[in-house]
């Protein structure tokens, strides 16, 4: 990453303060860049900047569903770092339900965030993004990005939708030299939202989460789960120098777990 070291990235992480997000922002910090994380909870952002004590990074309150709450975050970073060439779109929420289950408030919390919410911090930062000749978004998608899994219809519904509008801001910022992508992880237990689902999982089944995790592994052709590290690594790439030629992309971080699918009783 020596690239971004060189030429300091300016970056707003939302979702920021925990999972994903935190663990972008402490790489992108250590590769040299100035950093904002973004988040909606003032607690989890405080205890993020506590663990960043004399680091370059800027914890600023932010509700990825308001226009006006993007708006003042994006106006923050131009403040603090004279502005803005890299946003990152973690912030995310899951909530498991079968279709009849679904309330309307459930399915717009879920769509809200997750979809919405990028389109809303996309908007407000993309004129620095545009402005700064180099600029990167990178969203954080998902399998459910991919394929449906019952009990996922909204949030499935939302991260399909991310991939969506990849493709179409990457055609639209390319004029401006912004490249626009999503990295499509698989479930990582090490975060918020990775214990939520193996929590849920745990109540489904009534199996212990080592047995889960080593199903879940067994079903990765590279025969591991997968962790916070590798999905870090797919969007530095992302926004390094050089992936300036990359746009559009929803890149699976899955150990081969979309492109392959086992013939049963043939191994290797
Ligand atoms: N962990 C996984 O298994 C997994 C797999 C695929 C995709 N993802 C995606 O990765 C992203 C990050 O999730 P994570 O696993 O790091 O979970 P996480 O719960 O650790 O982090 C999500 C963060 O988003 C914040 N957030 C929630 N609502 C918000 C709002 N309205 N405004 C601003 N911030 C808000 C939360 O406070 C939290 O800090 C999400 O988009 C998620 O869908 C996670």
Redesign the pocket.
């Known amino acids: 990453m020596s690239d971004i070291r060189s030429a300091p990235r300016r970056a707003l992480i ?2 920021g ?5 935190l663990a972008i922002a402490a790489a992108l910090l250590r590769a040299g860049a100035l950093v904002a994380i ?4 003032a607690e ?1 952002l405080q205890d993020a900047a506590r663990s960043f004590e004399g680091g370059e990074l800027l914890a600023v309150e ?4 308001s226009p006006a709450s993007a708006a003042a975050a994006v106006a923050a970073c131009e403040a603090r770092f004279g502005g803005l060439d890299t946003l990152v779109n ?5 909530a498991f339900n079968p279709l009849a289950q679904i309330s309307e408030a459930e399915w717009d919390h879920v769509l809200d ?2 979809l919405k ?1 990028t389109f809303l911090c996309s908007q407000a930062a993309a004129p620095l993004l545009c402005a700064s000749g180099r600029g990167r978004i990178v969203n ?1 998608g ?2 459910a990005s991919k394929v449906g899994f019952p009990m996922l219809a909204h949030y499935c519904a939302a991260k399909f939708g991310v991939v969506g509008l990849t493709k179409v801001l990457a055609g639209e910022l390319a004029p401006h030299q912004v490249t626009v992508n999503c990295v499509c ?1 698989v ?2 237990s090490g ?4 214990q939520e ?1 193996l929590d849920w999982k745990i109540g489904a089944t009534g199996m212990q989460p080592q047995e889960i995790l080593a199903a879940t592994a067994a079903d990765i052709p590279l025969q591991r789960n997968p962790t916070v590290e590798d999905i870090v690594n797919a969007v530095l790439f992302l926004i390094s120098d050089g992936a300036a030629f990359l746009t559009g992309l929803a890149l699976d971080v899955d150990g081969g777990m979309l492109s392959t699918i086992p013939v049963p009783g043939v191994e290797g």
Request: net charge negative; charged share 15%.
């Open positions: 939302t979702g303060a925990s999972g994903f997000g973004g988040d909606i909870s989890r932010l509700d990825v569903r973690s912030a995310g929420v899951i965030v997750d919410g954080i998902s399998d992880p479930g990582v975060t918020g939202m990775g689902v």
